[in-house]
C-alpha cells in the first residue's frame, strides 16, 4: 500500500514539474511562438518603415502580447551596422495570425544600409 502511494505522489510531482518547465519555457521564450512575416520595408525621408505586417502565433495555448519587431540594417557586406527595434502594444491569439492595419517607422537608417532583415526579438505571454 505505501507503495502505491509513493508511486502516484512521485507521478503528482512529475506532472507539476513537466507544466513549471513547459510555462516557463514559455515565459522566457515567447517570441519562439511567433512567426514574422513582413510584406514591405522602405526608406521615406531616411527612416526606416515597414507595413503590412503580419504575425502568427503557433502556440496552442497562450496569448502573446507585445512584440518586439526588430530589423537588422545591413552593409553592402552583410555585416549588421545597427538593429532598429520597434514593440507593437497588441496581443495575438494563440493559433491566430494577426495582420497589422499601419505602417511602422523604425527609425533613422544608416547611411551605408543596403538591406533589412526583420524579425520578433522579444514578446511576453499573456496571462
Not at 34 to 51: K, N, P, R, W
Not at 98 to 121: E, H, N, Y
Request: aromatic fraction near 6%; include cysteine.
Amino acid at each position: 500500500m505505501a507503495d502505491e502511494k509513493l508511486g502516484i505522489k512521485g507521478t503528482v510531482i512529475l506532472v507539476i514539474v513537466m507544466g513549471a518547465c513547459f510555462l516557463a519555457y514559455h515565459r522566457w521564450f515567447a517570441s519562439e511562438d511567433l512567426t514574422l512575416t513582413v510584406v514591405e520595408t522602405s526608406q521615406l525621408a531616411g527612416e526606416l518603415t515597414v507595413a503590412g505586417i503580419q504575425i502568427t502565433n503557433s502556440s496552442s495555448m497562450m496569448d502573446i502580447k507585445d512584440p518586439v519587431i526588430a530589423c537588422d540594417a545591413l552593409g553592402a557586406s552583410g555585416t549588421v551596422i545597427t538593429t532598429l527595434k520597434q514593440p507593437l502594444y497588441e496581443i495575438i491569439p494563440a493559433k491566430k495570425t494577426w495582420s497589422s492595419p499601419r505602417v511602422l517607422v523604425m527609425g533613422a537608417v544608416p547611411d551605408q544600409a543596403a538591406t533589412f532583415k526583420c524579425r520578433i526579438s522579444d514578446a511576453t505571454p499573456k496571462w
